[in-house]
């Protein structure tokens, strides 16, 4: 539907170009209000029980033209009423229309316009306009403006979308930029993302999985070049048909395509005071198949980052407090490469096959001056040079192919294999008070990650007010994790640590699912869709002391979505239930002290929590603004939970694992509102507000299990506003605050990030220079965090230097004629395992900050 509504504002506005006649109708903006396009949140066309068919053919042929724009004008004011596409026999119907005059237009590229004048409908009259020929013409335009774009935020029925190719300042950014300014997601100043509170979400790429996000949201964001993102679909109620992991719902992230024919290549290119990017895309097509290909360089430096950390703890009657002081800096190169192919094996059959590498190489360094004050002994001041690697490497490729029968009733087999090689490996000096070396330790973690997954899809419409959806999936994962822990003296070789845990994690993961999904929409504007999905996964895990008893577990996952739009308002209601498993840090046993006062170890025999999420939604149009208010409540038990407890064998240490024994529940809010102060300036405010409780246990002075609670408001907004001017300036501000987080034994301090960018087109478009500063007002940026237990209190502050600018120049090259698009292959759409935080501190308090996704 997006390309159709796209399509049919493109070919209105050629068509005002090219015809006196039609250049009267108020589409490019003039004196008249700028008219929503229908089926659209801004839509607020009156709705009646008319009908008009159609068809449209070549004069020449005789055959019908798909895709073919179709539009309905009051012919008394000359306002777009409505709109639509023919299908692929060149047939259309526009319904549900006031009795009325019309006119109507009917126009595509390469052909002649034809206006269908004298139009007069009576209520409830199903008019049969009949053959509408069109012939070729071969006018060409040397510059085309489009002014019909989509709203920079828009509302469907079961998602939020943020049109991010509207985004001006996040150009030479990556996705981080992006996320940060969609509507009820909260991304933090290490690039954790969450919705609504919970960090436990799916995030796709172009509806599909891969191994890159599997192992950390937050590094993966890093390797998408912000300006390659078209949209980002925040899915807060999935249907049946998505898998069911992901309890707080599904982030897709849209790159963009298109349907020219020829040869063209993109360069872009930026350079800041914190990082560069590169990057080159190109694309060939010609008739019925079509190459892409594309790669992406991204460098990021000057990133400090500075620590302070005290901490009391008590072991066995003995009270230590521990002061810690840290400076940091990190670097990095991410890679993003591409190569594309499909090709349309007849006029409803294509097939899609694509290969995909993404390369990490992050390196962070920190010195870190701890002081150890235990009673009974004297203070003990030790200095620490650590040098963290993390790498990977990330190989997607995809088969896919899909058979469009009619409109809406289609069927589509998706093959997919990922792999993921990761290493996690530090290495550290360690220094007494007088900064001479005592030591060395060493620990390596590698993990490979793959997975082959196979589904099939098929739906059809039952009559013309129902549609039925049903499919199936199997996926196969295998995860391997090879760790150990090495310690040498200064001048030594490298020996294993026997006080530590070595060896190595197997974990096969096989899922095999099944799901139909069922859609109903009334005469009057009800909307219902209902499915039910199952899955049920195979655990085959061990470790180097036998196997680890998970086992296996089936799930039934309900979804309901009923929507229902009424004098200009639209209400949702949703219910649906999500699975999440664990993730494969916080099932990984290895030891990772990396700062040996914070200690995190994962536990393999973690089990899934379940979700029940419910959702109220209202939104409505008043005028120029548009505002969304959105309801949910969000219980989960048998939860994911950190265990933090003091060390026994290691002074004034904090050792982190994870166990099931939590229950998070959250309800909330979070309201929008766009306001469209002029046809060239746009604002825009966001909140998100939501209590949260959290229980969970912790260790006593006894040694026993202890349950411990918190709760609390989670608070955060921000604002937007974006303006076009003369000869191709632009300009767009963005500021967003997050209040205090609560966590299960505390809270984490707020922050707050803003950016202000302009833009200068030159050259018909073909080329763009822009310049962006990011929170140039402020020098760092403190997050404070607080945790207490019965065993230990810690105040950690990190000091986050993030003050940047950046220059960004973009340039086209190559010659490119418009094609009509084509429904190409699905792809699989794995979206059943967790993401988190990749060790961030949680802003849900429940759920673990894990650097992993679930084992793939």
């Given at each position: 539907m997006k390309m159709t509504k796209l399509l049919l504002t493109l070919t209105i506005v050629l068509t005002s170009l090219l015809s006196p006649a039609f250049a009267q109708f108020p589409i490019t903006g003039g004196a008249a209000k700028p008219k929503a396009l229908p089926g659209t949140a801004g839509d607020q066309s009156p709705k009646g029980n008319s009908k008009i068919t159609g068809t449209v053919t070549d004069s020449a042929s005789s055959k019908g033209i798909e895709f073919v724009s179709i539009a309905l004008y009051n012919k008394a004011n000359g306002q777009a009423v409505d709109g639509t596409v023919a299908d692929e026999k060149g047939k259309f119907a526009l319904t549900k229309i006031v009795a009325g005059d019309y006119k109507v237009l009917v126009s595509f590229i390469g052909y002649g316009n034809k206006t269908l004048d004298n139009i007069k409908l009576e209520k409830g009259q199903e008019l049969d306009l009949g053959v509408i020929s069109l012939s070729s013409n071969t006018k060409t335009l040397n510059e085309v403006t489009v002014t019909g774009q989509a709203a920079l935020i828009e509302e469907k029925v079961d998602r939020l979308v943020y049109n991010a190719e509207k985004d001006i300042t996040a150009k030479g950014g990556d996705a981080t930029d992006i996320l940060r300014k969609v509507p009820l997601l909260t991304v933090d100043l290490d690039g954790n993302v969450s919705l609504r509170g919970s960090q436990n979400i799916r995030v796709l790429i172009n509806n599909k999985p891969s191994t890159i996000i599997a192992n950390s949201v937050a590094d993966a964001l890093k390797q998408i070049p912000a300006d390659q993102i078209k949209s980002v679909e925040v899915i807060t109620s999935p249907s049946a048909k998505y898998d069911a992991e992901g309890s707080g719902g599904i982030i897709n992230i849209i790159t963009k395509k298109n349907s020219l024919q020829g040869l063209n290549l993109n360069i872009d290119t930026g350079v800041g005071n914190r990082g560069s990017m590169l990057s080159l895309n190109g694309g060939y097509r010609k008739g019925k198949a079509g190459f892409t290909i594309g790669g992406f360089g991204r460098g990021i430096y000057n990133t400090v980052t500075k620590t302070s950390l005290e901490q009391s703890s008590t072991v066995e009657n003995i009270a230590t407090t521990t002061r810690q002081t840290g400076d940091g800096s990190s670097h990095g190169l991410f890679g993003n490469y591409n190569l594309g192919f499909d090709y349309d094996l007849a006029k409803n059959q294509s097939i899609t096959a694509g290969v995909k590498y993404g390369v990490r190489n992050f390196s962070n360094q920190q010195d870190l001056i701890t002081r150890l004050m235990k009673t009974g002994s004297s203070d003990v001041v030790t200095s620490r040079n650590v040098d963290a690697k993390n790498l990977s490497g990330t190989v997607d490729v995809n088969l896919d192919y899909l058979h469009t029968f009619k409109p809406q009733q289609?069927?589509?087999?998706?093959?997919?294999?990922?792999?993921?090689?990761?290493?996690?490996?530090?290495?550290?000096?360690?220094?007494?008070?007088?900064?001479?070396?005592?030591?060395?330790?060493?620990?390596?973690?590698?993990?490979?990650?793959?997975?082959?997954?196979?589904?099939?899809?098929?739906?059809?419409?039952?009559?013309?007010?129902?549609?039925?959806?049903?499919?199936?999936?199997?996926?196969?994962?295998?995860?391997?994790?090879?760790?150990?822990?090495?310690?040498?003296?200064?001048?030594?070789?490298?020996?294993?640590?026997?006080?530590?845990?070595?060896?190595?994690?197997?974990?096969?993961?096989?899922?095999?699912?099944?799901?139909?999904?069922?859609?109903?929409?009334?005469?009057?504007?009800?909307?219902?869709?209902?499915?039910?999905?199952?899955?049920?996964?195979?655990?085959?895990?061990?470790?180097?002391?036998?196997?680890?008893?998970?086992?296996?577990?089936?799930?039934?996952?309900?979804?309901?979505?009923?929507?229902?739009?009424?004098?200009?308002?639209?209400?949702?209601?949703?219910?649906?239930?999500?699975?999440?498993?664990?993730?494969?840090?916080?099932?990984?046993?290895?030891?990772?002290?990396?700062?040996?006062?914070?200690?995190?170890?994962?536990?393999?025999?973690?089990?899934?929590?379940?979700?029940?999420?419910?959702?109220?939604?209202?939104?409505?149009?008043?005028?120029?603004?548009?505002?969304?208010?959105?309801?949910?409540?969000?219980?989960?038990?048998?939860?994911?939970?950190?265990?933090?407890?003091?060390?026994?064998?290691?002074?004034?240490?904090?050792?982190?694992?994870?166990?099931?024994?939590?229950?998070?529940?959250?309800?909330?809010?979070?309201?929008?509102?766009?306001?469209?102060?002029?046809?060239?300036?746009?604002?825009?405010?966001?909140?998100?507000?939501?209590?949260?409780?959290?229980?969970?246990?912790?260790?006593?002075?006894?040694?026993?299990?202890?349950?411990?609670?918190?709760?609390?408001?989670?608070?955060?907004?921000?604002?937007?506003?974006?303006?076009?001017?003369?000869?191709?300036?632009?300009?767009?501000?963005?500021?967003?605050?997050?209040?205090?987080?609560?966590?299960?034994?505390?809270?984490?301090?707020?922050?707050?990030?803003?950016?202000?960018?302009?833009?200068?087109?030159?050259?018909?478009?073909?080329?763009?220079?822009?310049?962006?500063?990011?929170?140039?007002?402020?020098?760092?940026?403190?997050?404070?965090?607080?945790?207490?237990?019965?065993?230990?209190?810690?105040?950690?502050?990190?000091?986050?230097?993030?003050?940047?600018?950046?220059?960004?120049?973009?340039?086209?090259?190559?010659?490119?004629?418009?094609?009509?698009?084509?429904?190409?292959?699905?792809?699989?759409?794995?979206?059943?395992?967790?993401?988190?935080?990749?060790?961030?501190?949680?802003?849900?308090?429940?759920?673990?900050?894990?650097?992993?996704?679930?084992?793939?």
């Open positions: 289609e069927w589509s087999m998706s093959t997919l294999y990922s792999r993921n090689d990761l290493t996690n490996d530090f290495d550290a000096n360690l220094l007494n008070g007088s900064k001479e070396l005592t030591s060395r330790q060493r620990n390596l973690n590698k993990n490979i990650n793959q997975e082959f997954t196979f589904q099939s899809d098929y739906q059809t419409p039952i009559k013309k007010n129902q549609l039925l959806e049903f499919g199936g999936k199997g996926i196969f994962r295998e995860v391997t994790s090879a760790y150990s822990f090495l310690t040498a003296e200064p001048t030594g070789d490298f020996r294993p640590e026997t006080d530590q845990p070595a060896g190595d994690l197997t974990y096969h993961q096989n899922i095999a699912a099944g799901y139909t999904s069922y859609t109903y929409t009334t005469k009057k504007r009800y909307t219902i869709k209902g499915g039910l999905r199952y899955e049920h996964t195979f655990i085959d895990a061990s470790t180097n002391e036998g196997t680890v008893g998970v086992g296996n577990y089936g799930v039934l996952v309900p979804s309901v979505n009923a929507s229902k739009t009424f004098k200009g308002t639209t209400v949702k209601l949703a219910y649906n239930r999500r699975i999440q498993r664990p993730g494969l840090q916080q099932l990984n046993p290895n030891f990772n002290s990396a700062n040996p006062q914070n200690i995190t170890i994962g536990n393999p025999e973690l089990r899934p929590e379940l979700t029940n999420n419910f959702e109220l939604g209202l939104s409505k149009n008043i005028k120029k603004t548009f505002i969304n208010a959105t309801f949910f409540g969000r219980v989960t038990n048998n939860a994911i939970s950190q265990v933090r407890q003091p060390s026994d064998t290691l002074a004034g240490a904090i050792v982190t694992t994870f166990e099931n024994i939590g229950k998070q529940h959250a309800y909330g809010t979070n309201l929008f509102a766009n306001v469209a102060a002029t046809s060239k300036i746009n604002v825009g405010l966001f909140a998100n507000v939501f209590y949260t409780t959290l229980t969970g246990q912790t260790i006593g002075q006894n040694g026993l299990a202890q349950e411990i609670n918190n709760n609390g408001f989670n608070v955060s907004g921000g604002i937007f506003s974006q303006a076009t001017f003369k000869n191709g300036w632009g300009a767009q501000a963005f500021g967003f605050m997050q209040g205090n987080q609560v966590q299960l034994q505390g809270n984490q301090g707020g922050f707050g990030f803003y950016t202000l960018g302009v833009k200068k087109e030159f050259g018909n478009k073909k080329g763009s220079v822009g310049l962006a500063a990011e929170n140039f007002l402020s020098k760092r940026y403190n997050i404070h965090t607080e945790l207490t237990s019965i065993q230990f209190n810690q105040v950690n502050d990190v000091y986050l230097y993030n003050r940047g600018i950046r220059l960004t120049f973009t340039y086209k090259i190559g010659k490119m004629t418009m094609d009509a698009p084509k429904k190409k292959a699905k792809s699989v759409n794995n979206d059943d395992v967790k993401s988190d935080g990749s060790g961030g501190q949680q802003s849900g308090g429940g759920a673990p900050a894990s650097g992993g996704s679930a084992p793939r």
